[in-house]
């Protein structure tokens, strides 16, 4: 089993070159190569976007800017940029180093490679009780597809509640194109 950080959103009242500065140090080793581009238009109510890349790739965004942010620093890193942390310590102590650092979201992936965690057992759980959260279950999605292929997921909760879970057999997936080639 292999557990990663999936997907990583935070926000700060600190300056945005300190918080580039700052989130140098989880990448260790490879910060020097770290160069924050231009400038773009911001989403979601921010006036501005700094694509920060590692190489060519994008480590994170920041979005800052825009009277109803009230100096707010909005971090966002992808599932894929996650992988290039080498020091997730130190992304914990930026909430310690930056103002009124708070965490928005994050997201944890568990990949099992021998059916440690299965769909029949998640359900299983669900229906024991195991999600309760202030004594009831969250609400269950359950997607199967007509072609056994697709594999299935199941998600428990809701994406804008405190927790959610998607689990879903990814590896249906990838032996899909295997067996196609064949």
Request: no cysteine; net charge positive; glycine share 16%.
């Given at each position: 089993m292999k557990t990663t950080i999936d997907f990583l959103k935070f926000r700060t009242q600190s300056p945005p070159f300190e918080v580039f500065r700052a989130m140098s140090k989880p990448?260790?080793?490879?910060?020097q190569f770290l160069v924050m581009g231009g400038e773009?238009?911001?989403?979601e109510g921010f006036t501005t976007r700094v694509v920060v890349k590692l190489v060519d790739v994008v480590?994170?965004?920041m979005d800052f800017g825009g009277e109803s942010q009230r100096g707010?620093?909005?971090e966002t890193m992808t599932g894929a940029t996650c992988l290039l942390v080498q020091d997730w310590g130190a992304m914990q102590d930026l909430v310690n180093r930056l103002d009124t650092a708070q965490l928005r979201r994050v997201d944890v992936a568990l990949t099992t490679l021998e059916g440690e965690v299965t769909h029949e057992s998640v359900l299983e759980a669900y229906t024991q009780g195991e999600f309760k959260g202030r004594g009831?279950?969250?609400?269950m999605t359950m997607i199967q597809g007509s072609d056994h292929w697709d594999g299935r997921t199941i998600y428990v909760?809701?994406?804008?509640?405190?927790?959610y879970l998607r689990a879903y057999e990814k590896g249906l997936e990838q032996a899909r194109g295997l067996a196609e080639t064949l």
């Open positions: 990448f260790g080793a490879n910060a773009d238009k911001g989403v480590a994170f965004s707010w620093v909005r009831r279950n969250p609400k909760g809701n994406r804008k509640g405190a927790k």
